[in-house]
């Protein structure tokens, strides 16, 4: 099963499984609530793992609000022999209630997770037992020792409710500590706030390689949607670009293609450690960038 672990971009002297794409890719999902949506997930999984991925994720919904959706899909999915990761997070769940859930993943032969705190989904009461993601990770430590390869979450622009950016920059480094394998950071499209991160990672003593995260432009809506809400900043030159676009979704849908395909690969060459796509359970937007950058390299 292949499991997190750092490798440079197209570095051949790095020992990688003969089945992993040599960017050190990876795709996350979200789990469908239709049975179209769960159709066209299947078939999405299927195009995505020809590029040998090293590993899918799904995510989960803050206190379980997805819970059992989320593994319907992560044991679909990794039917097709890629190592699967859930997304666990702890803010709204019992300790009693992820405790299960680990030993549930556990006995299925799941070994990777990506650890978050999680948003309360509203209406929600309590914030549970745990309520920050080194937490999350401490207590995975604590249940399951080393059985699972565990990625957390960074956010080279700061967190949205973080007081600041040498706040959030402790507490990455703490839930790292807490036992952490892997980093995937939000998405952002500036490459220069994604090296200052790692640099002052690296200052703190974090060596775990930090994975960036990327997002495929293909409506800016929904893109502009998400990044005010995550506190992804979309630079106003792109922003202009895609407003005076209007509603063309082709001219989009090039302008994102060229976008992310030079941001991955300046990326890869200042030696990011791969590239986590988040789908959004879509496959052409992902591997036309996959294959713009593997054609350059």
């Not at 799904?58 to 319907?72: F, K, L, M």
């Not at 799941?110 to 920050?132: C, H, K, Q, T, W």
Request: net charge negative; hydrophobic share 35%; glycine share 8%.
């Amino acid at each position: 099963m292949i499991r997190f672990h750092a490798a440079d971009s197209c570095d051949e002297e790095h020992a990688m499984s003969a089945q992993e794409h040599p960017l050190g890719i990876s795709f996350e999902f979200f789990p469908p609530n239709t049975d179209a949506g769960r159709e066209k997930l299947m078939h999405t999984r299927d195009m995505l793992a020809e590029r040998n991925p090293r590993f899918f994720s799904v995510t989960y919904g803050a206190g379980g609000s997805t819970q059992n959706r989320t593994i319907d899909t992560v044991n679909a999915v990794r039917q097709c022999g890629i190592s699967t990761a859930p997304h666990l997070s702890c803010v709204g769940s019992e300790k009693a209630q992820l405790r299960d859930l680990l030993h549930s993943y556990r006995d299925q032969g799941i070994d990777n997770l990506v650890a978050l705190r999680g948003d309360l989904p509203s209406g929600m009461g309590g914030v549970g037992e745990l309520r920050y993601a080194n937490e999350l990770v401490e207590f995975i430590r604590e249940e399951t020792g080393n059985h699972f390869q565990v990625a957390v979450a960074a956010y080279p622009e700061s967190h949205p409710q973080a007081p600041g950016f040498e706040a959030d920059l402790q507490n990455f480094a703490r839930k790292v500590n807490a036992g952490a394998d892997l980093a995937i950071t939000q998405y952002f499209f500036n490459a220069d706030s994604y090296f200052h991160f790692v640099e002052r990672a690296r200052q703190l003593g974090v060596e775990t390689p930090i994975v960036p995260g990327i997002m495929p432009i293909t409506n800016y809506s929904k893109l502009a949607r998400f990044s005010d809400a995550c506190g992804a900043e979309i630079p106003r030159w792109i922003r202009k670009q895609l407003e005076a676009y209007g509603d063309d979704s082709e001219s989009i849908a090039a302008f994102g293609e060229e976008v992310i395909s030079r941001l991955c690969q300046r990326l890869l060459d200042g030696g990011a450690p791969g590239l986590h796509f988040y789908t959004l359970n879509q496959a052409a937007p992902t591997l036309k960038v996959v294959d713009n950058i593997c054609s350059t390299r």
